[in-house]
């Protein structure tokens, strides 16, 4: 939308220069046209007025039907313009290129081309002789009529081309825009179903970790409950003969080696609740949503980054990236994305950097400041900076931040 403001701004100050050059060559030339003094005055208060219907066909373009009538007033005033110069028809070609401009840029094709058609029809037809002032003028020459005529057809064919192609490009411009609004909300609900399942993964994560603690504390205490009661009755009422003894002291051994049998098996899975894996449950997801949103190229280099993340990292992290990723595609018109982790002994540090155009690294958006607010909490820092390359943002978080979570 905003590429469309500029170019019908760009295409009305064209036409009031027009109008401005005709205005000039009028005065500067007007000794040799040998026209009554009195259309001096007449041409000074015609040309303002189609100044002025320029203007309002530039205000009012979206209301078609006002549009239209400031269209047919303002082809009224440049044919009473054109009629007394005969064969002088420099002045008379610039009013018909502004008018044109007017009619093409600021109408839909195919009404521009029916609209130029009439106009370029009428003022050639109306280059006939005729007395202004009852001074006779001669019509112009059939050279310049034929050439005014050529140049008419040719600055109108010139001119919706260019128009149809300027529409095609706005199409293309909405398109990516609706496609980059597409990418953002299914960016949005992939992050939000990723925290949606992160959220219920916990939730079942820790029910399970209760079942499985209540089903080790039955499992130990059954064992040695069991045993504790055999114990116990032994003591009261001591086996007679070493057969029954030996029996009482095999059935607490196989109690014992049960529970402990059962012990294992729950500790084998607790050990397997383990927590998500930040390369597969987060952030490789949210690249590969966002590769095939955008066909951006985004390569990730994990070096020395442990499986695991505290789940309140992570998500600064997953906030960071997603951010970064979204402002390269949209402001950075970046193609290539590279995302690097890396692990020292004093902090992890994330750089993501594009092939963007970049942008003013010292005024932070809505993003950035979101980004800083959250890394700052941690006690990290975060960068923005233009590079030779195109964009980067270096973030870091204190290693001992992290051990701390873990």
Aim: charged residues 20%.
């Amino acid at each position: 939308m905003k590429s469309r403001k500029i170019t019908r701004s760009l295409f009305f100050l064209i036409s009031l220069i027009l109008q401005a050059i005709a205005y000039i060559q009028f005065h500067y030339g007007g000794m040799s046209y040998e026209l009554p003094g009195e259309w001096t005055t007449d041409f000074n208060i015609l040309i303002f007025i189609s100044c002025s219907f320029t203007i309002l066909i530039y205000i009012f373009y979206k209301n078609r039907k006002t549009i239209l009538l400031f269209f047919i007033l303002r082809s009224i005033v440049f044919f009473i313009i054109g009629i007394p110069f005969g064969n002088l028809l420099d002045v008379e070609y610039m009013l018909l290129f502004s008018l044109l401009v007017d009619v093409i840029f600021f109408t839909h094709f195919p009404t521009n081309l029916v609209l130029s058609t009439i106009i370029l029809s009428i003022s050639v037809s109306l280059q006939l002789p005729m007395s202004i002032y009852y001074i006779p003028r001669n019509a112009p020459p059939i050279i310049s009529m034929v050439s005014y005529g050529l140049f008419g057809i040719a600055v109108t064919i010139i001119m919706i081309l260019l128009r149809k192609s300027l529409d095609e490009n706005s199409r293309n411009n909405q398109l990516i825009d609706g496609m980059d609004g597409m990418m953002t909300r299914l960016i949005g609900v992939n992050k939000e179903y990723l925290e949606y399942a992160s959220n219920i993964k916990k939730e079942s994560t820790t029910k399970e970790r209760k079942r499985i603690i209540q089903e080790l504390h039955d499992i130990v205490g059954k064992s040695f409950t069991n045993i504790f009661a055999m114990m116990d009755a032994s003591l009261k009422h001591p086996p007679s003969d070493l057969n029954e003894q030996k029996e009482i002291y095999t059935w607490a051994r196989e109690q014992a080696q049960s529970g402990l049998d059962e012990t294992r098996v729950v500790l084998y899975r607790m050990r397997e609740m383990k927590e998500p894996d930040i390369k597969t449950k987060t952030i490789v997801n949210l690249i590969k949503t966002f590769q095939q949103a955008t066909r951006v190229e985004v390569k990730v280099s994990w070096g020395n980054l442990p499986s695991f993340i505290h789940t309140d990292i992570n998500l600064i992290i997953y906030n960071v990236i997603q951010e970064s990723l979204v402002n390269a595609f949209r402001h950075g018109k970046a193609t290539e994305i590279n995302i690097i982790f890396w692990m020292n002994d004093e902090k992890l540090l994330l750089s993501i950097e594009d092939n963007g155009v970049g942008g003013n690294s010292n005024k932070k958006g809505i993003g950035q400041s979101s980004m800083e607010l959250r890394v700052n909490e941690t006690g990290g820092s975060i960068v923005f900076r233009q590079t030779k390359r195109g964009y980067e943002v270096l973030m870091s978080i204190p290693r001992e931040k992290l051990k701390n979570h873990e």
